[in-house]
């Protein structure tokens, strides 16, 4: 099945800095990679996502590469606020076949300092 | 709300309880999916549903009873829980089972086994 690793696990930036985290996948037939936001207490939100067909996808300050040779995606965040301090978990999915399911990373805890 | 609701949003049991977990959904998605979500653990996938039917349990233990109702409601059954199974357990549907689309959570309930 599919395996996401997703790194660091913790990252620490002052405000308006650029933050970067980033994800492998093992398996080749994924095509598509959702990001979500939780912030503290609160559920995942989606907040960008890429399929691929494409290598890159911008909203606004956030933007996510991806790299299907290498199997790994990217979430980039510029000009950092405080309120984009939340854990960030990127996730892998295929369509068709028996691994139709999201596999989750683990999670980044991202931390803007003020 | 983001069309996917949980209750109870906080739940308290003994390990000779039985509580039950519900969810429901209104954005006529599909599929149906329970997680848990520990600290420091990315999130486990328990069970999917697609259309009503049980398509994947992730070796969760029989103390984990899904039942599916119909594809706007989905609930977890709960006994002779652990004190290790206090967690936050989240409901997500999406349009299908490919999870192509992305996931919309609820916002999950806090249990805690006593």
């Known amino acids: 099945g599919e395996n996401v690793e997703q790194h660091p696990s913790t990252l620490s930036v002052q405000e308006g800095d650029s933050a970067v985290i980033k994800c492998t996948y093992s398996?080749?037939?994924?095509?598509?990679f959702p990001w979500y936001k939780q912030e503290l207490g609160k559920r995942p939100q989606l907040i960008i996502d890429?399929?691929?067909?494409?290598g890159e996808k911008k909203d606004q300050r956030i933007a996510v590469t991806l790299n299907k040779t290498a199997k790994h995606f990217s979430l980039h965040i510029t000009e950092t606020q405080p309120e984009d301090s939340a854990v960030y978990f990127c996730?892998?999915?295929?369509?068709?076949?028996?691994?139709?399911?999201?596999?989750f990373g683990k999670g980044t805890l991202l931390t803007v300092n003020p | 709300e983001t069309g996917v609701t949980q209750t109870p949003r906080h739940l308290v049991m003994g390990m000779t309880n039985k509580k039950s977990l519900k969810c429901e959904q209104h954005l006529g998605h599909n599929a149906m999916y329970w997680y848990k979500q520990s600290a420091k653990k990315p999130l486990e996938l328990m069970f999917v549903y697609s259309l009503e039917e049980r398509v994947e349990n992730n070796s969760v233990p029989s103390r984990f009873s899904p039942e599916c109702p119909n594809s706007s409601h989905l609930f977890l059954h709960l006994h002779t829980l652990q004190p290790e199974d206090s967690a936050l357990y989240l409901c997500a549907s999406s349009q299908d089972r490919s999870g192509a689309y992305g996931y919309t959570f609820g916002s999950g309930t806090r249990l805690t086994v006593v």
């Open positions: 890429i399929r691929s067909n494409v």
């Open positions: 996730a892998a999915s295929s369509s068709g076949g028996s691994n139709y399911k999201l596999t």
């Open positions: 398996d080749s037939a994924s095509n598509y």
